[in-house]
């Protein structure tokens, strides 16, 4: 039987609002590094202005600016951090399958004959602005490097 009591009514509204404030600050927690750890890896991969803002879903120029000078302060959304979490991905990824970093870090220019880039360089799939493509070139990369 379905208990819909005041007091359990009660402790479900507490549990959801208190799931909201964990969820609230794991956000803020991983905010500050995970901007940081997308900074250096558009750094390492030389990134556009336009492609750093693609990555993270074609947020706006200010922002992008802003984040990078003022990191402590920036406070990002689900859709951003998985965004964030596929580009550390598609970067470990990389750095374990090329043993030069220089190699890894220079793989999305280059042309690619394989399936999802169609001969095209993986940084005209990974920079469309659509999460599905983050997606797509992630487990592209893990099927590369096979099982851990």
Not at 48 to 72: C, D, F, K, M
């Amino acid at each position: 039987m379905l208990d819909i009591s005041p007091q359990s009514v009660y402790n479900c509204t507490m549990e959801s609002q208190s799931r909201t404030t964990l969820e609230e600050q794991a956000r803020v927690r991983l905010s500050e590094p995970g901007i940081r750890s997308f900074f250096r890896i558009a750094d390492a991969w030389e990134l556009s202005i336009a492609e750093q803002r693609a990555a993270l879903g074609n947020v706006s120029r200010q922002t992008l600016y802003n984040w990078r000078e003022h990191p402590t302060a920036v406070r990002l959304s689900d859709d951003l951090l998985d965004r964030i979490s596929y580009v550390l991905g598609i970067y470990k990824a990389l750095h374990i399958i090329f043993a030069r970093p220089e190699q890894a870090d220079t793989w999305i220019r280059r042309p690619n004959d394989a399936l999802p880039f169609a001969g095209k360089p993986a940084a005209e799939v990974l920079f469309s602005g659509r999460m599905e493509d983050l997606i797509r070139v992630r487990r592209y990369l893990d099927g590369q490097r096979g099982a851990w």
